[in-house]
């Protein structure tokens, strides 16, 4: 049953089936010719409980929320205050891309999102700053990444809901793993213009930084909002979403008055789309995890692990292997909802932190949106840059590398994801 499982699903991936659907019919295949004694209806009952979690209620709000800041002058508002700060610095407009994809991640929680609102205002300044073109794509491809792991993240959420884990406690871990994230993405353009010779920009003078901070003011103050609500007990994760989302819309509409009535609605009817994506593959995903269960696949992985004495250390290196692998095909959030049901048993008889192994799966979620051939932000940025695929995939290589570098560190050095949250929540 579990062969023709997976064997279904690659033909159908094959073929170009959207994964939603490749997902969801290949359980059903295998339940309709190996269990003829369960009723089909078992198949629809796991798709609605795969979405029948209270935690998933922030996923579109989320979206709501870094849509409305897309088109409503928040994302620039938050580039043009980064960009007075760093922006006179060697590498000033690599660094101001990146600084900003982490800050647009700490308010979206959406790598496309931020690919979107960040890579097409700063691609045309890169290449008029001198950056090449292979560098400048790579940069605008892969930096929108880092929105995964900075907190709120939509892949968090995900491997919350999968495993029951507290969503608050994996934005925390998330904030150490993602500044890393992004510090070697900041010291690799350093060193690119250091060789390059790239020249620098002038250095904004004390009254434009702070006009550009009094500008962005009401935009940085939604990161502010989110985590300190959750960090001081305020509310919820969940909470926070839909007082992120409402928030995003009072600036958009009524203090930078970019978005009106009629924008409102069509960013609602955009968010709902994505919205609806993302609940079809969780729901898909989580039929197709529940047949591996009745398959025993986590139970005989588990034995085979135990049998061959595979230590913590062992076991999370091939969990990265299996996941980057995973990620040149298919969606981060896909990756975590078939994957997590297995690793997460098999981590807690190893010994391994449950929170740590969410923080690794998002980190490899966030290399996959890049990674050829099917990174989703790969095909995001090409119609923002107009260059071939051909170059974009080139152009990230580099930076593939030192997403796979810091995600040695982020695995191999668990304190930087559980300081925070241990210090919040205590035993976590």
Not at 158 to 179: N, Q
Not at 241 to 257: Q, R
Not at 295 to 317: E, M, S
Request: net charge positive.
């Amino acid at each position: 049953m579990i062969l023709v499982l997976f064997v279904a699903l690659f033909v159908f991936i094959f073929f170009a089936m959207p994964v939603f659907a490749a997902l969801g019919f290949a359980p059903l295949i295998s339940v309709a010719f190996f269990q003829p004694n369960l009723n089909l209806m078992v198949i629809a009952q796991r798709l609605f409980g795969g979405i029948d979690k209270f935690s998933l209620m922030s996923v579109p709000f989320f979206i709501l929320a870094a849509n409305v800041m897309k088109n409503g002058g928040i994302a620039r508002r938050i580039l043009e205050w980064a960009q007075v700060f760093v922006g006179h610095l060697t590498a000033g407009i690599a660094l101001t891309t990146e600084v900003a994809c982490m800050f647009f991640g700490a308010v979206s929680g959406s790598s496309p999102a931020t690919v979107v609102a960040i890579g097409g205002l700063m691609y045309p300044a890169l290449e008029k700053g001198g950056y090449d073109m292979n560098f400048s794509t790579g940069l605008i491809t892969s930096s929108g990444s880092v929105a995964l792991l900075i907190p709120p993240s939509i892949s968090a959420i995900i491997y919350g809901a999968v495993t029951g884990e507290s969503v608050g406690a994996l934005f925390m871990a998330g904030i150490g793993a993602g500044v890393l994230y992004g510090a070697l993405y900041l010291l690799y353009c350093l060193w690119y213009a250091r060789k390059n010779k790239i020249p620098r920009d002038r250095k904004a003078t004390w009254n434009e930084r702070w006009k550009a901070t009094k500008s962005a003011a009401w935009a940085l103050g939604i990161p502010v909002i989110i985590m300190g609500g959750i960090y001081f007990g305020v509310f919820t994760p969940t909470e926070a979403s839909g007082i992120s989302a409402v928030y995003a819309i009072l600036i958009a509409m009524f203090i930078y008055k970019e978005m009106d009535f009629k924008g409102l609605i069509k960013t609602c009817v955009d968010s709902a789309e994505t919205t609806a994506q993302v609940m079809m593959l969780l729901a898909a995903a989580s039929a197709f995890g529940w047949v591996l269960t009745i398959g025993r696949v986590p139970q005989a992985l588990a034995d085979w692990l135990i049998g061959g004495n595979v230590d913590k250390y062992t076991f999370l290196f091939f969990v990265n292997i299996i996941l980057v692998i995973a990620g040149m095909f298919i969606d981060g959030s896909s990756a975590i909802v078939i994957l997590a049901p297995l690793f997460y048993p098999l981590a807690m008889k190893l010994g391994i932190n449950s929170i740590h192994l969410g923080v690794i799966m998002v980190a490899n979620a966030a290399i996959g949106m890049f990674t050829p051939p099917f990174g989703l932000n790969l095909f995001v940025a090409q119609p923002l840059t107009g260059k071939k695929m051909g170059d974009i995939i080139k152009g990230v290589i580099p930076f593939v590398v030192i997403s796979l570098a810091a995600l040695m560190i982020i695995t191999y050095w668990p304190p930087l994801s559980l300081a925070l949250p241990k210090l919040i929540y205590g035993k976590v």
